[in-house]
């Protein structure tokens, strides 16, 4: 059984970094086909995928995020990483890592609010 465990500050002050961490088990990460997915939900509006890491390490972005995301991944840890820059109080969101395998998203994790306030 797949389990992903998002962890990270609750509150990120305005024009700071945000930073997540995804630790993944029961699946490495770096087994084929699979894709990670950081996505985000604000209140009251629908799912916004940010980026993912394919299970050879290539990284994709939304083009909206690509300045402002990085993604990034440490196999030995089996964990992937969300950092993203300047952020304003429109970043204030859940924040979700998923497994994507042949274009279905598998396995959730339970997700990490995230606010950004002074």
């Known amino acids: 059984q797949v389990q992903l465990e998002e962890s990270g500050p609750g509150l990120v002050q305005p024009s700071q970094t945000l930073s997540l961490t995804c630790t993944v088990s029961?699946?490495?990460?770096?087994?084929?086909?699979?894709?990670w997915f950081w996505i985000r939900q604000a209140r009251g509006k629908g799912l916004e995928f940010i980026g993912a890491?394919?299970?050879?390490?290539?990284?994709y972005y939304n083009p909206f995020f690509r300045t402002r995301a990085s993604i990034s991944r440490d196999t030995f840890k089996n964990q992937i990483t969300l950092q993203m820059t300047s952020v304003t109080p429109e970043d204030t969101a859940v924040y979700y890592c998923?497994?994507?395998?042949?274009?279905?998203?598998?396995?959730w994790g339970q997700g990490t609010q995230v606010t950004v306030s002074p």
């Open positions: 029961g699946e490495s990460i770096t087994t084929v086909y699979n894709d």
């Open positions: 998923a497994r994507d395998s042949d274009w279905v998203v598998r396995d």
């Open positions: 890491t394919k299970w050879g390490g290539e990284i």
